[in-house]
């Protein structure tokens, strides 16, 4: 999809705006009515909200409707890409968030925090790093105007290599055996965020291009189904805040402590991505992607991980949460500097097959 397929409206023209009053929006009402926060708590399957699930599914929907399978395809015989985003999210993010977590929680904020504290919280943080994103990733690289057959596909490959390699890496960093695979929470996970949504975006797609012409199909579906990605974002925000409201008024300096140390690692990681797709020769369109697939990270898995290892009130419980909430605003800053960095790459680099 081009630039000019996707015009900006009042929503996306001010989505900075829009995000931050939805930050207040929600910590407000999470703070100001605790009980919102339990009935949350209380709607999960598998670690993974159904809220959240069903905000998330309106706001993929609209983008998978987008993609059209033939560039899906191109994607698939596009191994450059693929082998970067592999390279960063399995040999170098979760060391390189092992190594943070441990200066800012064991040397730069070791005076304010309890040994066994830091221990959870580094854990937390080595959970979250070594989970890759497969979900909200669409909706960034979507705003970033990248290849989201790109995208697709590299969400569809980190699905498959998490049962492989999540728990291994995440024994060795640990140093604790018996950690299994969250099963339940991944195969969840790829049924609600990619395989319902790509579904119905398909049937969509084609029936609405049969029935109407491409010509409507652009110009008279793709605008609303837009503004609808976007909304869902917003109340997604909302609801992912009032979920831990309460938690953020309580503990800022700590979830400022844990936060440097996600902050640093998704910037290091974004920007060695962002530089070596330019070494690998990429164009802007997969090399957005790429940086932002390798920089997020798969909350729910690490939550499931973490609340099964150390409890559900525990550090490294905590710990990932706060990855989810701090992430967000994260990313859409790494959604802007890519647009604003876009003159470095070629527009499109045509690939080799496999």
């Given amino acids: 999809m081009q630039d000019k397929e996707r015009k900006l409206g009042i929503w996306e023209r001010y989505l900075t705006l829009w995000v931050a009053l939805c930050i207040v929006a929600g910590t407000l009402l999470g703070r100001m009515f605790p009980i919102i926060s339990e009935l949350l708590a209380r709607l999960e399957v598998a670690h993974i909200s159904i809220p959240i ?33 592999l390279i960063m999210n399995w040999a170098i993010k979760p060391f390189t968030m092992a190594l943070f977590a441990w200066i800012f929680l064991r040397v730069v904020f070791s005076a304010f925090l309890d040994p066994a504290e830091v221990y959870q919280y580094r854990a937390g943080l080595i959970l979250l790093g070594v989970a ?10 979507y705003l970033a105007r990248g290849n989201m057959a790109h995208t697709l596909v590299m969400t569809a490959i980190n699905s498959l290599s ?9 024994t060795f960093l640990l140093g604790i055996s018996g950690i299994s695979v969250p099963w339940k929470t991944i195969a969840l996970a790829v049924i ?5 949504p790509l579904v119905a975006g398909w049937i969509t797609r084609r ?7 491409k010509e409507w199909f652009e110009q008279k579906l793709i605008p609303p189904l837009s ?16 979920y831990q409201g309460e938690k953020i008024i309580k503990l800022p300096a700590l979830i ?18 962002y530089v070596l797709a330019k070494a690998f020769r990429l164009g802007y369109e997969d090399a957005a992607p790429t940086a932002i697939i390798a920089g997020s990270n798969h909350f729910e898995v690490a939550i499931a991980v973490a609340t099964t290892l ?9 710990a990932t949460v706060i990855g989810v909430l701090t992430e967000v605003p994260i990313m859409l800053f790494l959604v802007k500097l890519c647009k604003m960095t876009r003159g470095f790459f070629s527009s499109s680099t045509p690939q080799a097959p496999l």
């Fill in 192 to 196: 609600i965020y990619i395989c319902s």
């Fill in 227 to 242: 503004k609808m990605a976007i909304i869902a974002l917003l109340i997604t925000l909302v609801v992912l805040f009032a």
């Fill in 256 to 273: 400022g402590m844990i936060t440097a140390a996600i902050f640093v690692n998704i910037l290091l990681i974004f920007g060695l991505s």
């Fill in 207 to 213: 029936q609405a291009i049969k029935s109407k012409g």
């Fill in 53 to 85: 699930a069903i905000c998330l599914f309106a706001m993929i929907y609209p983008i998978m409707v987008q993609i059209s399978f033939g560039e899906v395809k191109k994607a698939v015989r596009s191994p450059r890409p693929i082998l970067l985003t």
């Fill in 310 to 318: 150390f409890g559900v009130t525990s550090g490294a419980a905590l």
């Fill in 132 to 141: 890759p994103c497969t979900a909200m990733v669409l909706m960034w690289s």
């Fill in 162 to 170: 998490m049962v492989i390699l999540y728990a291994p890496l995440a």
